[in-house]
């Protein structure tokens, strides 16, 4: 009974107007509000990059240095919510225990009640700090280890591998991560985005609920599940279950054989391969020569071979191929890798949640309904 064109998950509909993100998925071509990827990657920090993504120009320096003392500022996770992160049980993985800490941090923001344009940029702010704190502290409790407090002369990257492993990072590392960081931080209508765009829509100035806390949670939530950011994840998964150069033959043909996905691959909007997945192949490469285990990296590159070898469609490597063997690299437990995902996307959900109530209209579409047209009520001593 349809009562419009139905497209099944909403492939090539336009759901929304945006001045954030491009894709133009046949070029291989993405840009953040004009500018390209590669562009940012060579030229831009993470800091920058979150600046532009949020207030839509590129800020001059001071404006820069101002930005970057409220990040650092905003990245102290209250006592509180601490708690609630040590209360949570071990084994609970590091998106759940995220998002059930994003969602706490809904009650202690000083802005909390607050839903004005002011007031959402500011959460947004303190929110694109605290992911990052909560990630890497959630990983040193489940280990008996203490969190350490992010350092305030630090960028999100130096402060993500610092309070991760307890040590001042290399440079380089440094370097490379915020780059990483750049490169997830938006991705047009991807599904997180979305599901944190129709949540924002729902709220109004007066609501009484952060509506940016709101959203960040829900985006977080559908950012774990292995068609979206739990993908990078799933490919070291992957690569460890392979084990070997000489064994991935018979993986690939057994995964083809059986009609399974090969994690990494594909992707709803490109039909070339992913510009992200370039830059990090190539820090895969270099990681790989410089800690003498190239293993991960030659296994990508035999995979990408084979999946183009074995199909017509245009299955490409997208931005969780790569990504795996560059945090792998980078000794990041592998269940970090999706979190890390959400420590620069997070950048983006705001962009989009502070774009969607400048302009709000309630995203409410319709369903295509395939039940019985009518059915009488049967009494529960009748059925
Ligand atoms: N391996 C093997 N075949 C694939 C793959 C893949 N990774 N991706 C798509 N195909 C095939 C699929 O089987 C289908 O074939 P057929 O037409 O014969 O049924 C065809 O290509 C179209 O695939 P689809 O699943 O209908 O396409 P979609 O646009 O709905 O899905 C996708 C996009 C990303 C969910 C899918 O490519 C996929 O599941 N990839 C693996 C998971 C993954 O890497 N996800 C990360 C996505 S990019 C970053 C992010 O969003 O986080």
Not at 271 to 280: E, G, N, Q, S, Y
Not at 299 to 308: D, G, N
Request: contains cysteine.
């Amino acid at each position: 009974m349809a009562n419009a064109d139905f497209v099944k998950g909403l492939e090539g509909v336009i759901a929304a107007e945006s001045s954030i993100c491009f894709i133009d998925g046949h070029a291989g071509r993405l840009t953040y509000r004009g500018i390209d990827i590669q562009d940012l990657a060579e030229h831009s920090t993470f800091e920058e990059t979150c600046y532009f993504l949020l207030f839509g120009n590129l800020p001059k320096q001071a404006e820069l240095d101002a930005f970057k003392a409220e990040l650092a500022a905003g990245s102290v996770v209250p006592d509180e919510v601490m708690a609630l992160v040590r209360s949570l049980p071990k084994e609970t993985t590091p998106m759940d225990a995220l998002r059930t800490a994003v969602s706490a941090l809904g009650s202690y923001d000083p802005d909390a009640l607050d839903n004005s344009d002011a007031a959402n940029v500011r959460k947004a702010v303190r929110l694109i700090g605290q992911v990052t704190t909560l990630t890497t502290s959630f990983d040193r409790i489940r280990k008996g280890l203490d969190p350490i407090a992010p350092r305030q002369d630090y960028t999100v990257a130096e402060n993500f591998l610092y309070t991760l492993h307890g040590e001042a990072p290399h440079p380089s590392s440094a370097r490379v991560f915020d780059v990483c960081l750049i490169l997830h931080a938006d991705h047009e209508l991807n599904a997180s985005t979305f599901a944190g765009r129709v949540i924002a829509s729902t709220f109004t100035n007066e609501s009484g609920v952060s509506a940016v806390h709101a959203a960040a949670t829900g985006a977080i939530g559908a950012l774990a599940g292995p068609l979206h950011g739990g993908a990078n994840q799933r490919v070291m998964e992957m690569l460890l279950k392979i084990g070997d150069l000489d064994a991935v033959d018979a993986f690939i043909d057994d995964l083809f054989a059986n009609k399974k996905k090969v994690m990494g691959f594909g992707h709803r909007v490109y039909r070339t391969i992913d510009p992200r997945a370039t830059v990090l192949r190539s820090f895969a490469k270099k990681l790989g020569e410089d800690t003498g285990n190239s293993k991960w990296f030659e296994m990508c590159e035999k995979i990408e071979k084979l999946v183009s070898a074995k199909t017509s469609k245009p299955i490409y490597p997208n931005v969780d191929f790569f990504s795996g063997a560059v945090f792998y690299s980078m000794n990041v437990p592998i269940d970090i890798f999706t979190p890390i995902f959400a420590c620069s996307r997070i950048s983006g959900w705001m962009a989009h949640t502070v774009e969607q109530l400048r302009n709000n209209r309630l995203i409410r579409p319709l369903a295509d309904y395939q039940g019985l047209e009518k059915m009488e009520y049967m009494p529960m001593a009748e059925r």
